[in-house]
């Protein structure tokens, strides 16, 4: 089955730019989304298509992507963005393929 | 504003029933696809289901762990989505989150409800 890696954890000081990446073999041909997840609440939507930003999310978030691996920025990262990061694509087989990466817990 | 506000969870013993409700504002369900994802506690997403958009009940897709347990659907009358749980295992124990499901082929989810626990225990 399809699978989405990403590293457990990453740490930044407050101020610093924290990146997350997320690969698999199907991103070159298919858009990655991220998540982010603070604790004990629903996740939500901070970067769709690889690069796009939902309104109202911070401009301090931004995606790239490069073959299979897609990134998650976050510049001059501050205490409120500690919190679980997901990415999200879907399998390119044709089927309803939904796949989420493991998460990535950053810490500030 | 577009909100989703899931209901129904709850402690059930292996091998019983739920239904979970998912009571969409702000958007007509009829007019796009919507998911269940759920979590284990201390784990990550998981997707679960999905049904397409559209007035005729729409498509029905569900991940291979839950296929002919869980089932999905919709009522556009009352804007509101369910999933109907039989035959639950432990393993099901997870908070159940439904959101609306964009970009058909590329699927990405927004917004999310704020999840309803279903917790499988004797």
Known sequence: SYELTQPPSVSVSPGQTARITCSGDALPKKYAHWYQQRPGQAPVLVIYKDTERPSGISERF???SSGTTVTLTISGVQAEDEADYYCQSVDSSGTYGVVFGGGTKLTV | EVQLLESGGGLVQPGGSLRLSCAASGFSLSSYAMSWVRQAPGKGLEWVSAIS????????????SVKGRLTISRDTSKNTLYLQMNSLRAEDTAVYYCARDLGFGDNWFDPWGQGTLVTVSS
């Open chain 1, 62 to 64: 931004s995606g790239s």
């Open chain 2, 53 to 64: 958009g559209g007035g005729s009940g729409g498509s029905t897709y569900y991940a291979d």
